[in-house]
């Protein structure tokens, strides 16, 4: 039996597709007030992007387009939606002087992001990461959420800037299960 090549290079792009939806909806969870799930909605998206690259790898269907939407996904499920979540579950309540500053800090972590995804398109190394994987980032701040009951606010003001920092660092990471 014949695999249609179209068929083939649509597959990966569902799963990257997936884990936008996935940032979309944790972002509409926060507008609800509903941080457990839009925490869980990221890890959805953690799971959803660790497949895509699987997939299309084994599938030998990589593209450029694909390799764009993943991008643009990842900014949104990894750099918007958990800056966010954290930003209206955690520093918002807080008094001003921290609203702010975690207002200002939930910004750079986004914008970090971008420039993380952007640096890592044009770099095309493949052995190791330069800087952490803004997927890395996003997950642990949402998983840090669900600990929000747990854990003082200023946990998650100092992980977001150490996580803003380290992504746009030019430290190498190990790329790990390839």
Known sequence: MRKNPITARMIPSIFTLANLLFGFLALIWVIEG??????????????????????????????????????????????????????????????????????????????????RLARFNMLNITTYFVGVPITFAGGFMALLMFFRTMLPWYIYLGSMFILAFLMVSTFKVAKLGK
């Open 34 to 115: 509903q941080y457990t799930l839009a925490a869980a909605m990221i890890v959805l998206s953690v799971l959803m992007d660790s497949l895509d690259g699987k997939v299309a790898r084994r599938l030998s269907v990589s593209s450029d387009f694909g390799k764009e939407l993943d991008s643009l996904s990842d900014l949104v499920s990894f750099g918007v939606a958990p800056a966010i979540l954290t930003y209206q579950a955690i520093l918002y309540p807080q008094p001003d002087y921290v609203r702010y500053t975690g207002l200002g800090i939930a910004a750079v972590f986004a914008l970090c992001g971008a420039v």
